[in-house]
């Protein structure tokens, strides 16, 4: 905000001051504002991110319908181990089922996990062992149960 003062003087010169800048005030109440909204941002972001439970479900069907289309791709059974920190996918090799690098390990974190079976078997013509997951975090839980897809 800008204010000119003229002030004549007992010379009889008048002087013009120029009175440049912001009232302490004025900058408070934007601070202020800028405060306000930045929280109300923070707030909606923190509403928009999906729990941790949701996000491990998307991940884990994602998985298992990665390990179905790889068994049918490549005509491999595969097994996924459900341990209670990971699920790691097994293949058949000559004849003993030993860990299959071509699909990662998927690891929980703080979710817990519990499922009706230890062993879900993946069989290249769709087949897949029936099975339930639990997935709890806190007073949030949700359900994952496997399906048979004959293609």
């Given at each position: 905000?800008?204010?000119?003062?003229?002030?004549?003087?007992?010379?009889?010169?008048?002087?013009i001051k120029h009175n440049a800048g912001?009232?302490?005030?004025?900058?408070?109440?934007?601070?202020?504002?800028?405060?306000?909204?930045?929280s109300l941002v923070t707030l909606s972001m923190n509403l928009a991110k999906p729990s941790a439970v949701k996000?491990?479900?998307?991940?884990?069907q994602n998985h298992i319908a990665s390990t179905?289309?790889?068994?049918?791709?490549?005509?491999k059974p595969i097994r996924l181990i459900i341990r209670s920190n990971k699920i790691q996918?097994?293949?058949l090799n000559k004849s003993s089922w030993k860990p299959y690098k071509a699909l990662p390990v998927l690891e929980f974190g703080s979710v817990a996990v519990d499922?009706?079976?230890?062993?879900?078997?993946?069989l290249p013509n769709g087949f897949i062992t029936q099975a339930s997951i639990i997935l709890s975090k806190d007073d949030e839980s949700?359900?994952?149960?496997?399906?048979?897809?004959?293609?």
């Open positions: 905000m800008r204010t000119k003062i003229l002030a004549t003087g007992n010379n009889n010169n008048s002087v912001f009232t302490l005030i004025e900058l408070l109440v934007v601070v202020v504002i800028v405060g306000i909204l930045t996000s491990l479900k998307v991940k884990i179905q289309n790889h068994a049918q791709l490549y005509n996918s097994l293949t499922s009706d079976v230890d062993t879900i078997e993946i949700s359900i994952i149960n496997t399906k048979t897809n004959e293609r």
